[in-house]
C-alpha cells in the first residue's frame, strides 16, 4: 500500500481543510476528494470525513450522506480492509452508514448520534478523551500510549450517542468503546462528559479495528496555539495533543 | 407582499422630471430600494465623512463591500485582513432566527467578494429586558442566538467575539449587529466594481435560485416598525441557506484560484438591498459603466414573478460577477458542475444574466420589452437629504453622589447584573475553533484571537464594544467610550490596533432630537478614532431603530476593532498565573460613577469620568510595553462592573484552567468605570511603574479578599456564571 489518504467533501463539510493540513504535517499523503469526484475514491488507501453539517443535517445528522456516491466507495473499501477515520460529523456518517459499532447491517445503524442533553442545543467546549481499548486493537491507535489522553473540542448539536441496553451491551462486550471523555488527569466523571453521551463513549471502532468514529475534535487542538493550558514559552506552532492522535493515524496508514 | 414604498413624493418628482415621463413599475422599486437609507446613506453620508479614514495600516477604506487591514508580512508575502460591519435589527425583531443568520450571510458575503477567506465573526447584540419567559423580548434574546448560530458554525467560520446588553430600551427594537472578517493577500484583492476595459463583459450572477423573499427589505429597514404590520413585514425578510452557502463559498474560493492563475482582474460583489438592480448597478457604475440586464435569464424559484420583484427582491445566497467572456464558461462550470450548485438548492446555479455596457445607463429587459431605462448615475449617485437636527447634550445627572461602597453586598449583586454575568450559556451555541486557527477563543479574554496563516506566528485579534447605558446618557462621550473600550480590549491580549470598524444604530433621522445623538455620536467616533491614531474602514448606518411609541433606542455606537499580532506565542493566556504577584491599575482612576453599573444597582446618579486622550495613549502604551516585554502576566481592561469585576474575571479565568489562585485588593471604589487596565506582573518587573497604582497582590487560594471583604472563588464564579442559564439553558 501506498498510504493515499482522502480527505472526503460532502456538501456541507466545513472542516476539510484543516483536517487536511494536519494528515500532511503528520507525514500523510493527503487529497481533498469533492463529492463530485466520487469515482477518483478508489485510488486511495484510506479515508477522512471530517466535520460540518453534510446535507444540511437533513433528517438526522450524517442519515443523508451516510447515502451519497462516495460512501458506496467507502463502504466497499472498507469491507476490504482500508481504514476509515470519521470526525464529528463524519463520525455520524460512518455510524449511520452502520461502519460503527458495526453491529448490524450496512446502513442500518444499531445506534445513533442524537440530540445533546440535557439540553438539545449545539454545544462548543474544550473536552479530553482517553483511550478506552488496547491500543493495538485498531491501526489507528495503534501508536497512542495505554489509556493516552488525547485533547480536542466537542462542537456539535448532535454528538450523544444513544442505543438500546441490548445494543449498549453489544457496544460493551465488543470493546466497541475506543474512547470515553475525561478530564485533563484521565480521570473520569459526569463533569467530562458535555453531552450526556451513553457511557461517556466519545468514539466508536469497529470489530475489525479499521473503522473509527470520533465526535469531539482532535484536530482544533493540534497546534500549541490551539491550546489554552499550553506551557509557557512552548512553540506555538509546535504540535499540541491533538496532533499525537493524527499521527498514530497516519501510522496506522502506511503500516 | 407590501406595496407601499418609503419614496417621498419630492423624491416622486425628482424622478419623474430627471426621466421625462412617469417612472414605471420596476423603476420605482428600483429608487424605492436604491434610494433608501440604507442603499444610499442618503442622511448620513455627509457627518460620516468626519471620521478619519485613512492610516498606516490601511490597504482599502470605506467605499466597497468591506475594508482592508494590512496585518503584516509572512514570507514575503503581505496579508491583509478584510471587515465588515454592519446591522439586521429590523429583520431580527420581526423573526429573530431568520433574521440573524440572514445577518450573519450578508455580512460573510461582504468578506467573501473581496477575494478574501472567511475567517471568523462576531456578534454584539443589544436586547430588550427578556425576565419574563413569555416575553417577546425572551423570544428575540434566543432566537437571534439561535440563528447566528446556525448560519455561522454551518458555514464553518468561528465566533470570535461579541458582546450583548439587555435593556428596556431595546424592549421594541434589538439591535442585531454583524462582523465578519477575511483573510487575504494584499495583491489578490478583488474589487466591488468593474475593472477599466470591462465594457462587453459578462454579468454573471451566481447562487440561490430569485424567490419572492426579501422583497421590499432595503426600503422595510429604513421604515419604523409598527407592531401591527408584523405580518406584512415578515413578506420583507430574507430566508437563510447556510447549507447553500457553505458550497458557495467553496466554490467561490476555486474560482478565486483559478483567476489568479490566469491573473486576470474581475469584479465581485454581493447582492444586498436592492438585490439584482442594486448590485449589478453599483457594480458597473463604480467601474464608470452601465449595463443591460435581462431579468428572464435569472434563475427563479418560481415562474411568473413581476419583473419589480426579480430586479429588486432580497433572496438571499447571491452574488454577481464581471467577467471577461472568454473566462465565464470556466467560472460556470466550477460552480455548477464541479460544485454542482443545481443539486444543493432548487435551481441554484451560476448564469450570465447580461453585459457591461460603455454607455452609462442601466436597462432591464423583460419578456421583450424594455422595463427600466435610466441615467445610471442619477440611480446610483444622486440622492443626498440633509436633514435638521438638534444639537445633542449631556443628561445632567440630578444628583452628584458617592456612597461608601459595600464591597460585601455589592461585588455578588455586580458580578450578576445582566451586563456583567458570564456570556458562555450564549456563546457555547457558536462553534469558535473551526477550522483550527484559533488563539483565543470566544469569551477565553477580551478579545479572540486567530492566527490565520496556516504555519505562520502572525495572529488577528478582534473585539466589539459599545456601552448603552453610556448611550443613553450621552450619544458623543458614547462614540468615543466605544472606540475606547474596543481598543483596550485587543490590546489587553497583547494585540496592536490597526483599525476600525461602526455600526451606527440610531432612531428616527426625522425627528431633530433624534438625529442630533446620531450627529453626536460620530462626532465621537472620530474624536477618539484621531486622538488614537485609527482609520474607521468600513461601516453602516442602521436607523429608524424606533417603535411605534416614538421611542428610540439608546444611542449605540457599536465599534468592531481589530488587532495584529506578531506572534500568537506571546499573546496575554487567560487567568491570573502565579501567586504572590503584583496588581496593577493602569489608567484613569477616578472616582465617577455616572452610567455604571454600580449606579444603577446602588440607584445613584454621578457624572461620566472625564475623557483624557493623552493619559488613555500613555496607558494602553504602557500595557503594550509591558506584555512586549513579558512583564505582563495577565491582564483586562477595566469596563462593565469596574476594577473589582475585571480582576474577578482574571481569577475565574485561572479557576477554569485549574489554578488555584486569588487575590487581595484595597481600593476606595473598585466599581468605578474609568477604563484603563488592571494586570498581574512579574515581581522583578522592569515595568516603568509611573502611571500605575499598585492596588494588590495576587493569593496562593482561590479567594478574594476585597476591602477586607472576602469571597471563595467557587461561589462568586456561580453567581457570576448563573443568570443567563435561564435564558439560554
Keep these: 500500500m501506498s498510504g493515499r489518504i482522502a480527505v472526503l467533501v460532502f456538501p456541507g463539510t466545513n472542516s476539510e481543510d484543516e483536517t487536511l493540513r494536519l494528515l500532511r504535517e503528520c507525514g500523510g499523503d493527503a487529497d481533498l476528494v469533492h463529492w463530485s469526484n466520487a469515482g477518483a475514491l478508489d485510488e486511495y488507501d484510506a479515508y477522512v470525513l471530517p466535520g460540518g453539517f453534510a446535507y444540511e443535517d437533513r433528517v438526522r445528522a450524517g442519515a443523508i450522506a451516510a447515502h451519497d456516491r462516495m460512501m458506496d466507495r467507502v463502504i466497499e473499501g472498507t469491507q476490504r480492509g482500508k481504514l476509515a477515520l470519521g470526525i464529528c460529523n463524519g463520525a455520524q456518517i460512518l455510524l449511520e452508514a452502520g461502519l460503527v459499532p458495526g453491529t448490524g447491517a450496512v446502513r442500518r445503524p444499531t445506534a445513533a448520534f442524537t440530540h445533546n442533553a440535557p439540553v438539545p442545543h449545539f454545544v462548543c467546549r474544550h473536552v479530553y478523551v482517553k483511550l478506552a481499548m488496547d491500543p493495538a486493537r485498531s491501526p489507528m491507535t495503534a501508536g497512542l500510549a495505554n489509556d493516552a489522553v488525547i485533547p480536542a473540542y466537542t462542537a456539535n448539536g448532535q454528538g450523544r450517542l444513544v442505543a438500546t441496553p441490548e445494543r449498549l451491551r453489544e457496544i460493551a462486550a465488543g470493546d466497541h468503546q475506543a474512547f470515553v471523555y475525561a478530564r485533563a488527569d484521565g480521570s473520569l466523571g459526569d463533569d467530562a462528559i458535555p453531552n450526556g453521551s451513553a457511557s461517556g463513549i466519545a468514539a466508536l471502532v469497529n470489530r475489525e479495528g479499521n473503522v473509527l468514529a470520533i465526535m469531539p475534535h482532535p484536530e482544533r487542538d493540534a497546534w500549541n496555539f490551539n491550546h489554552l493550558d499550553r506551557a509557557e514559552g512552548s512553540d506555538p506552532l509546535a504540535p499540541s495533543g491533538g496532533a499525537v492522535f493524527f499521527r498514530s493515524f497516519v501510522a496506522g496508514v502506511r503500516r | ?729
Excluded at chain 2, 135 to 141: G, K, L, N
Excluded at chain 2, 462 to 484: E, F, K, Q, S, T
Excluded at chain 2, 652 to 671: H, K, M, Q, T, V
Design chain 2, 1 to 729: 407582499m407590501r406595496d407601499a414604498l418609503a419614496l417621498r413624493d419630492d423624491e416622486l418628482e425628482r424622478i419623474a422630471l430627471a426621466l421625462g415621463r412617469e417612472p414605471t413599475v420596476v423603476e420605482l422599486h428600483a429608487f424605492d430600494a436604491q434610494w433608501s437609507e440604507h442603499c444610499s446613506y442618503k442622511s448620513s453620508r455627509h457627518h460620516l465623512k468626519k471620521l478619519p479614514v485613512a492610516g498606516g495600516d490601511v490597504a482599502l477604506g470605506p467605499g466597497e463591500d468591506s475594508g482592508i487591514l494590512h496585518l503584516g508580512e509572512h514570507d514575503g508575502v503581505r496579508y491583509g485582513i478584510v471587515i465588515a460591519h454592519e446591522s439586521h435589527n429590523h429583520p431580527s425583531q420581526v423573526v429573530p432566527f431568520e433574521g440573524a443568520a440572514t445577518g450573519i450571510g450578508g455580512i460573510v458575503r461582504d468578506v467573501l467578494c473581496m477575494g478574501a477567506e472567511v475567517i471568523g465573526v462576531a456578534d454584539p447584540l443589544r436586547f430588550g429586558r427578556v425576565e419574563d419567559p413569555g416575553s417577546h423580548q425572551r423570544t428575540v434574546a434566543r432566537g437571534v442566538v439561535d440563528g447566528i448560530g446556525a448560519y455561522g458554525n454551518a458555514i464553518g467560520v468561528p465566533n470570535l467575539a461579541g458582546d450583548v446588553y439587555f435593556d428596556e430600551g431595546f424592549d421594541d427594537n434589538a439591535l442585531v449587529n454583524v462582523v465578519a472578517m477575511g483573510l487575504v493577500k494584499l495583491d489578490e484583492v478583488v474589487h466591488s466594481y468593474a475593472p477599466p476595459g470591462a465594457a462587453g463583459w459578462d454579468v454573471v450572477l451566481v447562487g440561490k435560485a430569485t424567490d419572492p423573499s426579501g422583497f421590499g427589505g432595503a426600503s422595510f429597514s429604513s421604515l419604523v416598525l409598527d407592531a401591527g404590520d408584523e405580518e406584512a413585514n415578515k413578506g420583507a425578510v430574507q430566508v437563510p441557506d447556510p447549507f447553500l452557502k457553505n458550497v458557495l463559498m467553496r466554490a467561490s474560493y476555486r474560482v478565486f484560484a483559478m483567476l489568479r492563475e490566469r491573473k486576470l482582474v474581475v469584479g465581485f460583489k454581493d447582492l444586498g438591498a436592492g438585490g439584482i438592480m442594486g448590485c449589478s448597478a453599483e457594480i458597473v457604475s463604480s467601474g464608470g459603466f452601465g449595463a443591460q440586464i435581462d431579468l428572464d435569464a435569472v434563475n427563479v424559484a418560481v415562474e411568473g414573478m413581476p419583473p419589480e420583484v426579480v430586479a429588486v427582491g432580497e433572496t438571499q445566497e447571491r452574488l454577481i460577477w464581471v467577467l471577461p467572456p472568454e473566462i465565464t464558461p470556466e467560472v460556470l462550470r466550477i460552480y455548477n458542475e464541479e460544485f454542482t450548485l443545481p443539486e444543493i438548492a432548487y435551481n441554484a446555479r451560476a448564469v450570465r444574466i447580461g453585459g457591461v455596457t460603455a454607455e452609462r445607463r442601466y436597462v432591464l429587459r423583460h419578456r421583450g420589452t424594455t422595463v427600466m431605462d435610466v441615467d445610471i448615475e442619477f440611480l446610483t449617485g444622486s440622492i443626498r437629504d440633509e436633514l435638521p437636527y438638534v444639537e445633542c447634550t449631556r443628561v445632567e445627572p440630578a444628583r452628584r453622589e458617592l456612597p461608601a461602597v459595600d464591597v460585601e453586598t455589592l461585588l455578588p449583586k455586580i458580578l450578576a447584573h445582566r451586563d456583567v454575568c458570564s456570556r458562555e450559556p450564549l456563546y457555547r451555541r457558536y462553534d469558535w475553533v473551526v477550522r483550527g486557527r484559533t488563539v483565543l477563543p470566544r469569551g477565553a479574554a477580551d478579545a479572540g484571537v486567530l492566527a490565520p496563516v496556516p504555519g505562520a506566528r502572525l495572529g488577528v485579534a478582534l473585539a466589539v464594544a459599545g456601552n448603552p447605558r453610556i448611550g443613553r446618557l450621552d450619544a458623543r462621550y458614547a462614540g468615543a467610550h466605544a472606540v475606547l473600550e474596543a481598543v483596550r480590549r485587543v490590546i489587553a491580549v497583547g494585540a496592536r490596533p490597526i483599525g476600525l470598524t461602526d455600526c451606527l444604530n440610531f432612531g428616527n433621522p426625522r425627528k431633530p432630537e433624534q438625529y442630533g445623538e446620531f450627529v453626536a455620536a460620530v462626532e465621537g467616533l472620530s474624536d477618539a478614532a484621531r486622538a488614537l491614531d485609527l482609520a474607521f474602514v468600513s461601516g453602516n448606518v442602521s436607523l429608524y431603530n424606533e417603535s411605534k411609541s416614538g421611542r428610540a433606542v439608546p444611542a449605540s455606537p457599536i465599534v468592531a476593532c481589530v488587532g495584529a499580532v506578531r506572534d500568537v506565542g506571546h499573546v496575554v493566556s487567560p487567568g491570573l498565573r502565579r501567586a504572590g504577584s503584583a496588581l496593577l491599575w493602569i489608567g484613569s482612576r477616578e472616582l465617577a460613577v455616572g452610567g455604571s453599573v454600580l449606579a444603577e444597582i446602588a440607584a445613584i446618579e454621578g457624572d461620566l469620568p472625564a475623557i483624557d486622550y493623552v493619559a488613555e495613549n500613555e496607558a494602553m502604551g504602557m500595557i503594550k510595553a509591558g506584555i512586549a516585554r513579558g512583564s505582563v502576566l495577565s491582564c483586562r481592561a477595566v469596563g462593565d462592573g469596574g476594577m473589582l469585576v475585571a480582576l474577578a474575571r482574571l481569577a475565574f479565568d485561572a479557576y477554569a484552567r485549574g489554578r488555584r489562585l486569588g487575590f487581595e485588593i484595597d481600593f476606595a471604589n473598585p466599581f468605578c468605570e474609568t477604563g484603563g487596565f488592571v494586570c498581574e506582573v512579574t515581581g522583578d518587573s522592569e515595568l516603568d511603574l509611573s502611571g500605575a497604582l499598585r492596588v494588590g497582590t495576587t493569593l496562593d487560594r482561590p479567594e478574594i479578599v476585597a476591602n477586607g471583604s472576602r469571597f471563595g472563588i467557587a461561589e462568586l464564579r456561580r453567581v457570576w456564571s448563573q443568570p443567563l442559564e435561564e435564558v439560554y439553558p
